[in-house]
């Protein structure tokens, strides 16, 4: 029986956990998942926005996002373990996108490019907008693009232990021990190095480390352009409603959603204010002088909020071209990555899962062709651009 080791219990290293373990009639696997802290504290699928969407500028994107909203829509049957069927809370009132006269032609070729991969989506002028959503200001808005369905959001901390408990369930073992390096022998991965001096032989080693992915690679002498970059979430309280509220992407690149009776909201910073590995502390000064005003300007019933609460965690960032780097590395014939996600992972952890277990089990993609995110693209300097990065 092969043996797998996972190196990060996330919602990806969970998710191929649960795929490598479902199929009862296909090859059977050892599976231990190395996960240091089984409270998730600093992990991003504990600090997400947990949404979804379907507006994407690339197919592969898209069809992930597919995939993922099939997943979540019936996961509470597929991963129910007894009686208990997780709920996630899913809803989906749609993303909606404000472009400003200088973004017009990026929304018109993206809106081209979703409706030929049939996402239901609509473009509405600043008239259409204020009609539908009267509480918004269309002031600096040109053209707008609404989901009409397949998007919206869902407890993320939720989807993690739902695959986590269901992959448990399979046979899956959660091991809690802080990695510290691979043994390797020529091209091969033998062993995985706990902290605690024991080292767990594998057959197979999955980098699903998150943010800290890029760490795990260097083990190997492999360079993953994968790096923590801290964003801050804000959550506030408003007297008014705001009937039927979308994710909203404003002009300015602020995005903002309900949160039960309350908002969240955050920012990208610009890149030279966006350090590698930065401490997660909350950037409480930027809500004040750059997240508020720019949505009370958008929303003028925002005038009158109130702050409460704040966190911070890591986009795992892949610097090279902003997109999930999934599959094995060429120079290496048992290790394969499942990282850099950059701020759409947890959507695409059904997908993800999915496809590294399938390349693992059958050295090849079976249902959704991810290769166009593999490995090989960094190496020969073919990036993947994705022009809807949040
Ligand atoms: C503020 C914010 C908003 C986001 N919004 C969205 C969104 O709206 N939609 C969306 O799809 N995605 C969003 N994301 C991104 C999404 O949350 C991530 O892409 C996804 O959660 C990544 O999952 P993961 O399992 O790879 O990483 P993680 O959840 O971070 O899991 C990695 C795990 O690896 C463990 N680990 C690392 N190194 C070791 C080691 N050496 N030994 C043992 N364990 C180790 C860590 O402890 C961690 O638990 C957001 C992220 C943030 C921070």
């Not at 996972?6 to 649960?18: D, T």
Request: net charge negative; charged share 20%; hydrophobic share 45%.
């Amino acid at each position: 029986m092969r043996r797998v080791v996972i190196i990060g219990g996330g919602a990806i290293g969970s998710a191929i956990a649960y795929f490598l373990t479902r199929d009862p009639e296909g090859e059977p696997f050892e599976v231990t998942v190395v996960e240091r802290d089984f409270s998730y504290r600093q992990a991003s699928s504990a600090l997400s926005a947990s949404s979804i969407r379907q507006q994407f500028s690339t197919a592969i994107n898209i069809g992930m996002s597919r995939y993922g909203i099939d997943f979540f829509r019936a996961l509470g049957e597929t991963l129910r373990v007894g009686d208990d069927v997780p709920d996630i809370g899913l809803v989906e009132p749609g993303y909606l996108y404000l472009a400003s006269p200088t973004g017009v032609d990026v929304l018109r070729e993206n809106h081209a490019m979703q409706k030929a991969h049939a996402v239901d989506v609509v473009l509405m002028t600043p008239g259409e907008l204020k009609a539908r959503f009267p509480w918004i200001s269309t002031e600096g808005v040109a053209l707008a693009s609404l989901g009409l369905s397949g998007e919206g959001w869902y407890d993320g901390y939720s989807v993690l232990q739902a695959f986590r408990r269901k992959a448990a369930l399979q046979g899956a073992r959660y091991l809690q021990a802080h990695a510290t390096g691979l043994q390797c022998e020529g091209c091969s991965v033998k062993g995985v190095q706990l902290e605690d001096g024991r080292v767990l032989a594998a057959d197979v080693v999955v980098n699903a480390a998150g943010a800290w992915a890029a760490k795990v690679a260097s083990w190997a002498g492999i360079d993953l352009p994968v790096r923590g970059r801290r964003r801050s979430v804000f959550s506030f309280s408003c007297p008014e409603a705001l009937p039927g509220c979308p994710l909203l992407i404003d002009t300015s690149g602020i995005w903002l959603r309900p949160e039960g009776r309350q908002f969240i909201c955050g920012f990208a910073p610009a890149e030279q204010d966006d350090p590698d590995d930065a401490p997660l502390d909350v950037e409480y000064e930027a809500f004040e002088r750059r997240v508020w005003p720019a949505l009370a300007e958008r929303i003028p019933a925002f005038e009158a909020v109130r702050m409460t609460g704040a966190w911070a965690g890591y986009y795992e960032m892949n610097v090279f071209d902003h997109n999930a780097i999934l599959g094995l590395h060429p120079g290496c014939d048992n290790l394969y990555f499942a990282n850099g996600f950059s701020g759409h992972g947890l959507q695409q952890c059904p997908a993800a899962g999915r496809g590294v277990a399938e390349l693992i089990r059958f050295g090849a993609y079976r249902s959704l062709d991810l290769s166009p995110l593999s490995f090989a693209r960094i190496l020969e300097n073919r990036p993947l651009l994705e022009k809807n990065v949040i």
